[in-house]
C-alpha cells in the first residue's frame, strides 16, 4: 500500500522558515517527479514546486521562486521543502504528491499527480 506522510508543518511568523519532509513508503519513487501542492481555507489547490527524479531540475510557482528550495533524496524516498522567508499568504495546508505519468515534463495540474499525501497545516502569522 502506497502512502505519503508529511511532517515539519506549524505555525512560524513572518519572515521565518520551516522544512517540510514527505516520506514516501509502499514502493519506490526514484523514477518518478515528485512535488508540492497546498491549498488555503476557501480556494483551490495549487501547485508550489516539482522536482524530477534525478534532482537535477527543479519547478516553482512565481509565488514562491526565490524562497523556497525543493530537494529529494532517492535512498530515502524522501522529497523535502525548504521554506524560506515566509508569509502570511503561504499559510495553506501543504501537500506532496507524486507524478504517476512517468514522463519528464513538469506539470501544475494536480490530475497529473497520482498519489497524495494527508497534508501538513502551515500557518504564517504577521
Known amino acids: 500500500q502506497v502512502q505519503l506522510v508529511e511532517s515539519g508543518g506549524g505555525l512560524v511568523q513572518a519572515g521565518g522558515s520551516l522544512r517540510l519532509s514527505c516520506a514516501a513508503s509502499?514502493?519506490?519513487?526514484?523514477?518518478?517527479?515528485m512535488g508540492w501542492f497546498r491549498q488555503a481555507p476557501g480556494k483551490e489547490r495549487e501547485f508550489v514546486a516539482a522536482?524530477?527524479?534525478?534532482?537535477?531540475?527543479?519547478y516553482y510557482a512565481d509565488s514562491v521562486k526565490g524562497r523556497f528550495t525543493i530537494s529529494r533524496d532517492n535512498a530515502k524516498n524522501t522529497v523535502y521543502l525548504q521554506m524560506n522567508s515566509l508569509k502570511p499568504e503561504d499559510t495553506a495546508v501543504y501537500y506532496c504528491?507524486?507524478?504517476?505519468?512517468?514522463?519528464?515534463?513538469?506539470?501544475?495540474?494536480?490530475?497529473?499527480?497520482?498519489?497524495w499525501g494527508q497534508g501538513t497545516q502551515v500557518t504564517v502569522s504577521s
Open positions: 509502499g514502493r519506490t519513487f526514484s523514477n518518478y517527479i
Open positions: 522536482i524530477s527524479w534525478s534532482g537535477i531540475s527543479t
Open positions: 504528491a507524486v507524478d504517476g505519468s512517468g514522463t519528464s515534463v513538469f506539470s501544475r495540474r494536480s490530475m497529473r499527480y497520482e498519489y
